[in-house]
């Protein structure tokens, strides 16, 4: 599985250290013994979950959009995707994985000890009460998450975490062309700015994959995020189909 996954990374375009291919085919033992479980991915071929998670994760690394020794927090990690493969490697990156569910967070704790990484942490807590922690709030170069929300509902949950100067980044499928305009006008009332988005093929998959980021401009005002639920209940800004 060591060779596969090397293979992968090779055609992928994706850098990595030596001890990656390693790293990551224990996660996925890992993953595979535990979603047998609990609800931890969508059931599929080992091929498919390599690509659609683990190669998906790591695609950004060819992007330039990852600074040196970047804060990282990754917001409603789940299974730990996208920030534990990025923290698998880059050891450079400080990576904070927070979930609000215990189990899903005991699941990485258990990956984080058998690679025996040091540069990940894991922290129980909702999104927006993570926000609004004065340890959490605007203390990361990146925040980043995956398959957690429309646009407009992941601009208030993510842009209060990023320091000025730094970015969230949004992994997204095709529904980012209907979600960016709303987007976009909450990213501005949370001080952010929509670039433009990295396209991130998968080799061998006819899969429509970007990255979006969007760049903090200013200070996210004190009364965001709302209170848990309301991010996703009554988004800032509604998309048209709303």
């Known amino acids: 599985m060591r060779q596969k996954i090397r293979k992968l990374l090779e055609i992928n375009g994706i850098p990595f250290s030596p001890e990656l291919p390693e790293r990551l085919d224990i996660y996925l033992r890992l993953l595979r013994e535990w979603n047998t479980r609990m609800d931890?991915?969508?059931?599929?071929?080992?091929?498919?979950?390599?690509?659609?998670h683990f190669m998906d994760s790591l695609t950004v690394?060819?992007?330039?959009?990852?600074?040196?020794?970047?804060?990282?927090?990754d917001v409603g990690?789940?299974?730990?995707?996208?920030?534990?493969p990025l923290a698998l490697a880059r050891q450079d990156i400080r990576m904070t994985l927070m979930d609000a569910q215990q189990k899903r967070l005991n699941f990485l704790q258990a990956v984080i000890e058998e690679t025996g990484i040091c540069n990940a942490r894991i922290v129980h807590m909702r999104a927006e009460e993570g926000a609004r922690?004065?340890?959490?709030?605007?203390k990361f170069d990146i925040a980043s998450a995956r398959a957690v929300a429309p646009?407009?509902?992941?601009?208030?949950?993510?842009?209060?975490?990023?320091?000025?100067?730094?970015?969230?980044?949004?992994?997204?499928?095709?529904?980012?062309?209907?979600?960016l305009e709303a987007g976009r006008r909450?990213?501005?009332?949370?001080?952010?700015?929509?670039?433009?988005p990295?396209?991130?093929?998968?080799?061998?998959?006819n899969w429509e994959h970007m990255i979006l980021p969007i760049r903090k401009t200013e200070k996210t005002a004190a009364a965001y995020p709302r209170k848990a639920g309301m991010?996703?209940?009554?988004?800032?800004?509604?998309?048209?189909d709303e």
């Open 186 to 196: 909450a990213a501005h009332l949370l001080g952010g700015k929509l670039e433009m």
């Open 133 to 138: 922690n004065q340890e959490f709030r605007e």
């Open 151 to 179: 646009l407009n509902t992941l601009t208030e949950y993510l842009l209060p975490f990023v320091r000025i100067g730094g970015a969230a980044l949004c992994w997204k499928g095709p529904a980012l062309r209907e979600e």
């Open 77 to 84: 990690t789940g299974a730990g995707f996208p920030g534990l």
């Open 231 to 240: 991010p996703k209940a009554k988004p800032l800004v509604k998309q048209k």
């Open 40 to 52: 931890l991915i969508a059931d599929a071929p080992e091929d498919e979950i390599l690509d659609r």
């Open 61 to 73: 690394l060819k992007t330039g959009l990852v600074p040196e020794d970047a804060q990282w927090i």
């Open 198 to 205: 990295a396209e991130c093929r998968i080799a061998g998959r």
